[in-house]
């Protein structure tokens, strides 16, 4: 018996032995090398791997910091998807660094086992986790195409494929592969989970909410893991109630709430079964009930947050606005830890300052905290901080509505008791202006009257604290501190009149300030006989009132329409303009804008102002647009053309070619009749008759401009202006053989000599071209088009910031710049138009326009400006006319203010590009 036991010994160790031998030695594909290789991947790598892997996972998805104001991501990674600042997901590169050796290792030593495949995918579910998607994915690639013809295996790499193609936003390529692995379910039994969820995720990407759902359906039946069976029934509750599909929506909350949850998963699905309820039951005020009841739970305190933003959310849901800004403030301030969330109650905020309070400063001060405090991934995160830009623009154009709307109101009452109102009025000024007559405070803060009829809360204009506090900031910081005196915009002997009324109309709205009657009268008396003086008591000063306010009304609807793409409020305003002006100057574009606006969501509502548009004003572009939508892509062409010809025409005149220039203005206006530039063709023409002709001729061009353009605003005041001085010199003029002998420095022009500036601009510049033409200068607006859009700025190729190149201390000399990005262009016609409106605005002043350029830029610089307000307001006066003067295509061309000290730091277009983005932040 001890000899049997003792050979069955001898046999077990000789055997394992040979077994020790042969997997030291070089490996060979034997069944017993087979063997031993799965044994030893499967047990000492596979196994260690999957269970570090889960163990991660698990951990992944317990600190996972979840926005629940949007559809919760079906999985969970780190970093993609997570907005909060605070939170801590477990990227434990240890652990993760472990797997990759281990699958490394099978996949060296195990070349024999069955597991090579499943090491691959190990390692790139490791560098996913890792977040390096770019590897993970190229290990994913690799293993679906080496075992095309395991289908688990395929599939497996293909649904990871696709998840890390989606982390790097390639959903194109995902969305491919995605067919690829929907088709190919059918060929598994088993784990569809996976593949079933990431499909539905992509769904959501794509907004295909009811196919999201049938599929995350079937992943919650199949998947064995119960966290994510959870965490799937509550996405399917949110896509149920993307749906407005509420009663399913609460069932699948109502499982989630009856579930092992977690306790943040748990109190979400709570939340949002209090909103369900009582949207289904129209209990409101139960619902309010329940959400405060939840104040009251201690285990509820790190989400007070939340509870509060849907108070506010129920409040706001009964028009009760004043409780709901209680509780957005509210949900602001108890928002430590969630970002998004605080994000979210500023909007919120802001939005309703905006549209219902008429809060204007208010709401620019919560869109600024929005777009610094939600991610940029935020969908309407580029709306949003369009309107934080922007506000400005829109806000100026309701507080001019509501200033004239008070005006009127006053000019309905008695002049006793008119009086009077303005003195109650004005009557808390006495104690904000400063002793020194300068303006530091709004002089109407603390007035709180009642808001005229017809107009929201909070717009009376004397009583909105923050349009007036609005007026005074934009004072100070375009004048700073002044004294109540006469001229005291005129901060410069050297400008001009006309500058001082240029200005004048921003601070104004398009009126002159009247001054001060006595100067010896206070401040209250000051402010009493401007609002008086600024009554509308007659039917033209009324018209004029009203057209101030159609226009606001109109640029603001224009604004969101065209800008913000935001159609429900543009329609809103355009529908306030005809109920409140049924018949107005702008009835034909007021109703092609409605057409278009309810072209793709009410066909009626579109059919009926299309018959308005072709019936009323069937000659108009915008009854030709209708009729043939090519029309505006057909006359931008034959602008084009036109351009061209006027440049052509140009270039003849600087050559003195006069008779030419006369036969060649007389076959383009035949040719293109009604043309844009025919005024400035005729004028080419009149000065060409000039300087060929007596004087009598000449006058006839001149009366006939007049007559044939009345409305133009670039050259028929720049003509009554010559026809004037030619009145005023006729005896001069009439000795002359010719009227204008060409450039004779001893003859007199229709000018006097301009002064100089104080200081020549830098001489880089060329020099200034000849005849002058005015134009006149617009109400100003704020210059919205001519900001450089952030996507088209080019990034250097080492970056430097603009902050640290470009400075914005105060200058004592301030230029207006258009910069023409193609150097290949003449820009001599361009600059013809600049000095047109130079001589006709700017008489006196002694301002020059000149050139440079470098790399592909050539500059038109304009000064000398001695401030910031100076230039300002010189270029809301030229922009509106740009079109009209620059000859070269609108999309390659923009304008900016620069001081000296920058200017003279643009020696490239990289340059350049970097102060168009320092001053759009800056100014």
């Known amino acids: 018996m001890k000899t049997q036991g003792y050979l069955r010994i001898r046999l077990i160790s000789s055997f394992l032995g040979a077994c020790l031998l042969a997997a030291c030695g070089t490996p060979k594909d034997t069944a017993m090398s087979r063997g031993m290789q799965n044994l030893t991947a499967r047990y000492n790598y596979i196994y260690n791997s999957n269970l570090i892997l889960d163990n991660y996972e698990e951990q992944l998805y317990e600190t996972y910091k979840d926005n629940?104001?949007?559809?919760?991501?079906?999985?969970?990674?780190?970093?993609?998807?997570?907005?909060?600042?605070?939170?801590?997901?477990?990227?434990?590169?240890?652990?993760?660094?472990?797997?990759?050796?281990?699958?490394?290792?099978?996949?060296?030593?195990?070349?024999?086992?069955?597991?090579?495949?499943?090491?691959?995918?190990?390692?790139?579910?490791?560098?996913?986790?890792?977040?390096?998607?770019?590897?993970?994915?190229?290990?994913?690639?690799?293993?679906?195409k080496t075992y095309a013809a395991n289908p688990n295996v395929r599939l497996n790499a293909l649904n990871w494929k696709a998840r890390s193609l989606i982390q790097l936003d390639n959903l194109n390529d995902a969305a491919l592969i995605l067919d690829t692995?929907?088709?190919?379910?059918?060929?598994?039994?088993?784990?569809?989970?996976?593949?079933?969820?990431?499909?539905?995720?992509m769904y959501i990407y794509q907004q295909r909410y009811t196919d999201a759902i049938l599929l995350l359906s079937n992943a919650v039946k199949t998947t064995r893991l119960k966290r994510n069976r959870i965490r799937w029934t509550y996405i399917l509750a949110q896509l149920y109630e993307q749906q407005k599909d509420y009663r399913k929506a609460l069932s699948h909350y109502l499982k989630v709430q009856k579930s092992n949850a977690g306790f943040e998963l748990y109190f979400n699905a709570n939340l949002n079964r209090i909103k369900l309820t009582g949207l289904l039951n129209g209990e409101h005020l139960n619902r309010k009930k329940q959400l405060l009841a939840l104040l009251r739970d201690d285990?509820?305190?790190?989400?007070?947050?939340?509870?509060?933003?849907?108070?506010?959310?129920?409040?706001?849901?009964?028009?009760?606005?004043?409780?709901?800004?209680?509780?957005?403030n509210l949900s602001i301030r108890n928002s430590s830890k969630n970002s998004y969330q605080k994000g979210l109650s500023y909007l919120r905020l802001a939005d309703l300052n905006f549209k219902e309070f008429r809060n204007f400063l208010k709401a620019k001060s919560c869109y600024d905290s929005t777009v610094t405090t939600l991610p940029k991934n935020y969908p309407g995160y580029d709306l949003i901080l369009k309107k934080s830009e922007n506000l400005e623009y829109i806000s100026k154009r309701y507080e001019l509505i509501a200033y004239q709307d008070t005006l009127q109101l006053l000019a309905k009452l008695p002049e006793g008791e008119r009086l009077a109102r303005i003195i109650q009025i004005t009557l808390p000024a006495k104690t904000t202006v400063a002793d020194n007559g300068s303006f530091k405070e709004d002089p109407f803060a603390g007035a709180n009257q009642a808001s005229p009829a017809g107009n929201g809360p909070g717009t009376f204009y004397f009583s909105n604290t923050a349009a007036m506090s609005r007026g005074s900031a934009d004072f100070t910081t375009r004048w700073g501190n002044r004294k109540l005196e006469d001229d005291w915009r005129?901060?410069?002997?050297?400008?001009?009149?006309?500058?001082?009324?240029?200005?004048?109309?921003?601070?104004?709205?398009?009126?002159?300030?009247?001054?001060?009657?006595?100067p010896s009268a206070n401040d209250s008396d000051i402010l009493v006989n401007r609002y008086l003086s600024a009554i509308p008591l007659?039917?033209?000063?009324?018209?004029?009132?009203?057209?101030?306010?159609?226009?606001?009304y109109y640029e603001m609807a224009n604004f969101y329409q065209q800008e913000l793409q935001d159609q429900a409020e543009a329609l809103r305003i355009y529908q306030i303009i005809l109920s409140?002006?049924?018949?107005?100057?702008?009835?034909?574009?007021?109703?092609?804008?409605?057409?278009?606006?309810?072209?793709?969501?009410?066909?009626?509502?579109?059919?009926?102002?299309?018959?308005?548009?072709?019936?009323?004003f069937p000659s108009s572009a915008y009854a030709k647009t209708i009729l043939d939508p090519q029309y505006s892509v057909k006359q931008s062409e034959l602008?084009?053309?036109?351009?061209a010809v006027y440049n052509q025409i140009f270039d003849q005149y600087e050559r003195k070619a006069f008779p030419q220039v006369i036969t060649a203005v007389n076959s383009t206006i035949v040719q293109y009749p009604g043309n844009m530039v025919n005024p400035q063709l005729n004028y080419l023409r009149a000065i060409s008759i000039g300087r060929t002709q007596p004087i009598d001729s000449l006058v006839a061009a001149f009366t006939a401009i007049t007559t044939a353009y009345p409305d133009d605003k670039l050259i028929v005041p720049l003509v009554k202006d010559h026809l004037a001085y030619i009145a005023s010199h006729k005896d001069e003029f009439s000795k002359r053989r010719i009227a204008l002998p060409d450039f004779d420095a001893n003859e007199p022009h229709f000018f006097a000599s301009q002064p100089l500036p104080s200081e020549p601009l830098p001489e880089k510049a060329v020099q200034n071209p000849g005849v002058p033409a005015p134009a006149e200068v617009k109400a100003p607006e704020p210059v919205i088009a001519n900001k450089t859009p952030e996507t088209n700025v080019q990034k250097p190729a080492v970056p430097v910031a603009a902050t640290q190149i470009f400075s914005t201390e105060v200058s004592k000399i301030y230029y207006f710049v258009i910069d023409v990005a193609d150097a290949s262009l003449t820009l001599s016609s361009s600059r013809f138009g600049i000095g047109q409106f130079n001589r006709g605005n700017y008489a006196g002043v002694g301002l020059k326009h000149q050139l440079t350029e470098f790399d592909n830029d050539q500059l038109i610089y304009v000064g000398n400006f001695s401030s910031f307000a100076e230039a300002k307001s010189y270029a809301d006066g030229i922009t509106p006319q740009l079109k009209q003067i620059m000859k070269v295509p609108a999309g390659i061309y923009s304008s900016f203010i620069i001081s000296k000290e920058n200017f003279e730091k643009l020696q490239s277009k990289d340059l350049v590009t970097k102060y168009l983005d320092f001053y759009q932040n800056n100014y």
């Open 538 to 552: 007659n039917t033209v000063q009324l018209t004029a009132s009203n057209q101030q306010i159609i226009d606001a």
């Open 639 to 643: 602008e084009a053309r036109v351009l």
């Open 299 to 328: 285990k509820n305190l790190e989400y007070i947050d939340q509870v509060y933003y849907q108070i506010a959310e129920t409040y706001a849901g009964d028009s009760d606005f004043t409780g709901a800004e209680k509780y957005y």
């Open 580 to 616: 409140r002006f049924p018949e107005n100057n702008r009835l034909a574009s007021i109703y092609y804008s409605l057409y278009l606006g309810y072209k793709d969501t009410n066909a009626a509502s579109a059919e009926k102002y299309k018959k308005l548009v072709l019936d009323l």
């Open 181 to 201: 692995v929907y088709l190919s379910l059918p060929e598994i039994k088993e784990h569809k989970d996976g593949p079933l969820a990431t499909i539905a995720q």
């Open 68 to 144: 629940y104001n949007e559809i919760l991501p079906l999985y969970t990674v780190p970093e993609k998807f997570n907005f909060s600042t605070t939170a801590s997901t477990p990227v434990n590169e240890k652990d993760l660094d472990k797997i990759i050796t281990k699958a490394q290792a099978v996949i060296a030593d195990k070349a024999f086992s069955n597991y090579i495949d499943e090491s691959y995918i190990l390692m790139g579910r490791a560098q996913y986790y890792k977040t390096n998607y770019f590897v993970a994915e190229e290990y994913f690639d690799y293993t679906a």
């Open 490 to 518: 005129q901060s410069l002997k050297s400008s001009s009149q006309a500058t001082t009324e240029s200005i004048a109309k921003v601070e104004n709205a398009g009126h002159p300030s009247p001054q001060p009657q006595d």
